[in-house]
């Protein structure tokens, strides 16, 4: 009887707070938010500007939810489904090519006016399988910051070294140039002497079969400017983390560094003084070159469950017009891709705007393929720890790092 | 004076932590149906009613006591351990995440694509004679258009009005609808479309674009192939997830799907020299890290205990010191080993004037793993070998030495078998720990060095959870079927052990 009664009770009391958060819960009306995510640097800057706005795409309100780092952004990413996925995401190129691939991501088309300011080679970062998917916003790139305590920069690869082996003899200087953020910064040494990825085809397209990595030309430089009399590396040329040969360019105790516009705040703060610079070419002739990657939005495939697909797409014309650019250029200080807003740019900003142009096309589906047993980021650390740490030989450790990459491109290139 | 009698009160508060308990499931269940996710509602139901069911019933006394704690096994080791194996038999991968029904959604989608001209127009939305419709502009010739879910009917210059862009912006007959109506028709517009011939029609883009499309891709009546209608290249299901050309097995269109494929993971891992290569190698270091780890640990942490079990000197402070390493956070100590241990700028190197590239070499990387992994796990050791050395009678002591046996007859015959019987249960769990210690290794090492020149694809100091990890989260090339199927794997493995373990020390039939 008891029993009974306690459940009774349970029951009319459970029913009565039931009742009180369902009514709490909004009605189902139709959803006009749009939901974009992004990492906590972009976040911060553009939370401010855009968060919240109505006009972007009108009838519809702009929400931007933070994330506290890119990683915490893309687990979330991974773990989403239609209910907690976002509508629209803003990430590198290489987010919007996966989402294409998995499914994830909204296929758009292209008005004739933004296909005029935007670099088809930009465009073509963010398509998949011959489809619109996304629009490139910011261009990821490197250059060479040269410390002018050093004098002016060198116009030659082998002015470069003459400076480094009188800066070292001194005692001055432990590092000649350094690849920052990993291999990522590497390519320019690469191509400055002869050497690179992949060649290219009349049309611009990657020619896959025509591998530079082991190139004979820049066999022959590394092993008489990079290497020491043991064969191993002379310090003239280091790669690795900003906590290695970029906190020695920090510390004035490197002659220049290829790094990205991420790193200004941190080189300004040291009180280096530099000039920005493509990396010399062995003999001051043509130009090296430096990846260019994209910063890019999309919208996703949940904006379609949301219903609120179409105030993406009109969203995402909003961030590909010039007045969509200079807002978020100006709000993240990267390095805009349309090509129209250039005048309103800071030098800095300006000054990586200009490297981008002699950038090569950093193409996700070749660099990330791994079918030959590593991708090119893995096989360059691996190529320069045995040609340059170990002392293996450029000739022998690049022969191995090129055929890899050669089983990697051959795939890659059905994939894109 | 009680005027309200405790047990009173315990029932009313019974009753109503179980009215907020059942109300939050009910709302969480509303919620989970929403968002069409019915097996959670489903899960959440039977909680609901089994807890109601246990708290008001005589009947399940000591179910009270079990129920909590069976939920939470249930949704945080069963249903995780289940969805891993379910997953394990599936093609689940990069490119292969969604369903077969929304992969051809999706294509579908993909396959509607601009004409060959790009002809794009700038649209308003509104209602022209009752229905939905759209006034369009063609972005390139300007000419104004009328459209309706019927047909596209040129408009004659003059009889609309534009604005200083030249677009199209009321007509007669044509009502503008608000930017809150266009956003409140997102559903109807996204799939509405303007006729313009047989394989043509304007499709919206956007709140006030649209362009000319047509349709590229043509599925068969069963779903099961489809035509690309530009190259006429026939696309069939591979029953692996994808379609692939017909005749060129490597034209494969994405998005696919997760299919079953029971035998794909495992029989991949045990067959395909790129996948059991590695596997074999990490399987073997595994084991030996894990076995060799517990081994030195305890062997430290036992001998330690030994010397501070004698009353010496300062015993207070060097016990203190000995229990630091085990109250610092794991993984900064990890990073300040990495840190030390660093090949070019690394603390160790710097005193001792070396260069050795300690975390870059195979061999002492392996070391370097295990040396800091004694470091971090012997004072849990010391402690637990110093609470066995007092809890065993001393009276078996005493005896030994009546009978004659030396000091070291009686540590090695009688109180170390003694203290590893006590010690078993967790040498086992600590032997799994270390089985999947993925913090020490990737925190360390990453699982390096790898030697990708020479072929290598898992890292030198891998274990099985790393590299499932960097099987399915380690590029942008995740295999998450593979990962899971690893994962089964290490499951059946670290199982086995812990039972066989478990029985050969007697300890469960003593439990």
Not at chain 1, 40 to 54: C, E, F, I, N
Not at chain 2, 284 to 291: D, E, L, P, V, Y
Not at chain 2, 381 to 410: M, N, V
Not at chain 2, 456 to 466: N, R, S, W, Y
């Amino acid at each position: 009887m008891k029993i009974r009664k306690n459940g009774i009770a349970a029951g009319i009391a459970a029913v009565a707070t039931a009742a009180m958060l369902a009514v709490s819960v909004p009605a189902h009306a139709a959803n006009t938010t749009i939901n974009i995510w992004m990492d906590d640097q972009r976040g911060a800057q553009l939370s401010p500007v855009w968060d919240g706005s109505t006009t972007i795409a009108p009838g519809y309100t702009i929400k931007i939810t933070t994330f506290s780092s890119r990683d915490a952004m893309m687990s979330a990413w991974d773990k989403a489904t239609a209910a907690s996925g976002p509508d629209m995401m803003f990430d590198a190129v290489s987010s919007t090519t996966d989402a294409a691939k998995n499914g994830k991501a909204l296929p758009i088309v292209l008005t004739a006016t933004q296909k005029a300011e935007l670099p088809a080679a930009a465009l073509g970062a963010a398509s998949y399988q011959g489809t619109q998917y996304g629009i490139p916003v910011d261009v990821d790139t490197t250059t060479m910051y040269w410390n002018t305590k050093f004098g002016k920069a060198p116009k030659t690869f082998a002015a470069l070294a003459a400076t480094f082996q009188k800066y070292k003899k001194a005692g001055k200087v432990t590092t000649g140039i350094c690849a920052g953020d990993g291999t990522w910064g590497a390519l320019p040494v690469l191509t400055a002497l002869g050497g690179g990825a992949w060649g290219y085809k009349a049309d611009g397209t990657p020619d896959v079969g025509k591998v530079l990595f082991n190139s004979p030309a820049f066999v022959k430089n590394a092993n008489a400017l990079l290497v020491d009399k043991k064969g191993k590396g002379n310090g003239l040329f280091a790669w690795d983390g900003w906590d290695g040969c970029g906190q020695s360019f920090v510390n004035g105790k490197a002659l220049a560094i290829n790094t990205g516009s991420w790193r200004l705040s941190a080189i300004i703060d040291a009180g280096i003084n530099y000039t920005l610079q493509p990396v010399p070419t062995i003999d001051g002739k043509g130009t090296s070159h430096q990846w260019s990657g994209f910063g890019a939005v999309f919208g996703t495939s949940y904006s379609k469950d949301h219903g609120v697909d179409l105030g993406v797409k009109t969203a995402l014309s909003y961030f590909a017009s010039q007045k969509g650019a200079l807002a978020y250029a100006t709000a993240t200080k990267r390095p805009p891709v349309n090509s129209k807003i250039g005048s309103h740019l800071s030098a800095d900003v300006a000054g990586f705007a200009n490297a981008a142009k002699t950038g090569a096309v950093q193409v996700n589906g070749l660099l990330g393929d791994n079918t030959g047993g590593a991708n090119w980021y893995d096989v360059l650390s691996s190529t320069f720890d045995a040609a340059f740490t170990k002392g293996q030989g450029v000739k022998a450790s690049f022969d191995k790092g090129a055929k890899i990459l050669k089983v990697d491109w051959a795939h890659g290139i059905t994939t894109l | 004076m009680n005027l309200i009698k405790p047990s009173a009160i315990s029932a009313v508060l019974k009753v109503m932590s179980l009215a907020l308990a059942t109300a939050l499931l009910v709302w969480m269940i509303y919620t989970a149906i929403l968002a069409s996710d019915f097996i959670i509602a489903g899960v959440l139901l039977i909680i609901l009613i089994g807890a109601n069911w246990v708290y008001f019933s005589k009947k399940a006394v000591a179910s009270k006591f079990l129920f909590p704690g069976t939920v939470l096994l249930v949704i945080f080791v069963i249903v995780p351990i289940i969805y891993t194996a379910w997953m394990s038999v599936y093609n689940y991968k990069t490119g292969n995440e969604i369903t077969k029904d929304q992969a051809i959604t999706q294509l579908k989608l993909v396959g509607l694509v601009p004409d060959a001209a790009g002809t794009t127009y700038d649209m308003v939305l509104g209602k022209a004679h009752g229905q939905n419709a759209v006034l369009l502009t063609d972005q390139a010739t300007h000419q104004a258009f009328l459209g309706d879910a019927n047909k596209l009917t040129p408009l004659q210059p003059g009889s609309y009005t534009m604005d200083k862009l030249q677009k199209a912006i009321a007509a007669p007959g044509f009502t503008v609808a608000s930017a809150t109506d266009i956003a409140a028709s997102n559903t109807w517009l996204s799939t509405f479309t303007v006729p313009v011939s047989n394989v043509r029609f304007v499709s919206p883009q956007g709140s006030d674009v649209a362009a000319l499309m047509h349709e590229k891709f043509k599925f068969n009546a069963g779903l099961t192939q489809l035509q690309d209608t530009a190259s006429g290249v026939v696309y069939v299901d591979n029953g692996n997830g994808n379609f692939v050309a017909k005749n060129d097995a490597t034209k494969v269109l994405f998005p696919g799907w997760r299919q079953l494929n029971p035998a794909e993971n495992y029989i991949g891992l045990l067959t395909n020299p790129k996948l059991s290569g590695p596997f074999v190698g990490v399987f073997i270091w595994t084991i030996s890290f894990a076995f060799i780890s517990v081994l030195m640990m305890w062997a430290l942490g036992l001998t330690l205990a030994i010397a501070m079990d004698k009353k010496i000197k300062f015993r207070g402070f060097y016990r203190a010191i000995l229990i630091l390493p085990y109250a610092m956070p794991s993984f900064m100590s990890i990073l300040i080993w990495a840190g030390i241990f660093n090949g070019d700028y690394g603390a160790l190197n710097n005193l001792l004037g070396l260069h050795v590239q300690w975390l870059n070499d195979a061999w002492l990387a392996k070391g370097v793993i295990l040396l800091v992994n004694l470091w971090l796990g012997f004072p849990y050791f010391y402690l637990i070998s110093t609470g066995a050395l007092q809890a065993l009678p001393t009276d078996i002591e005493e005896a030994a030495e009546i009978d004659g046996a030396t000091g070291s007859q009686i540590f090695w015959r009688i109180k170390l078998p003694l203290i590893f019987q006590i010690l078993s249960p967790l040498l086992i769990g600590s032997f799994a720990f270390n089985f999947n210690n993925f913090n020490l290794i990737y925190l360390l090492t990453k699982g390096g060095p790898t030697d990708v020149l020479n072929g290598q694809t898992a890292g030198a100091t891998d274990i099985l959870i790393t590299y499932a990890y960097k099987t399915a989260f380690g590029s942008n090339q995740q295999n998450l079927g593979l990962a899971c199927a690893i994962s089964v794997i290490m499951f059946v493995i670290v199982g086995a052990l812990s039972m066989w373990s478990l029985k050969r020390s007697r300890v469960l039939e003593e439990m």
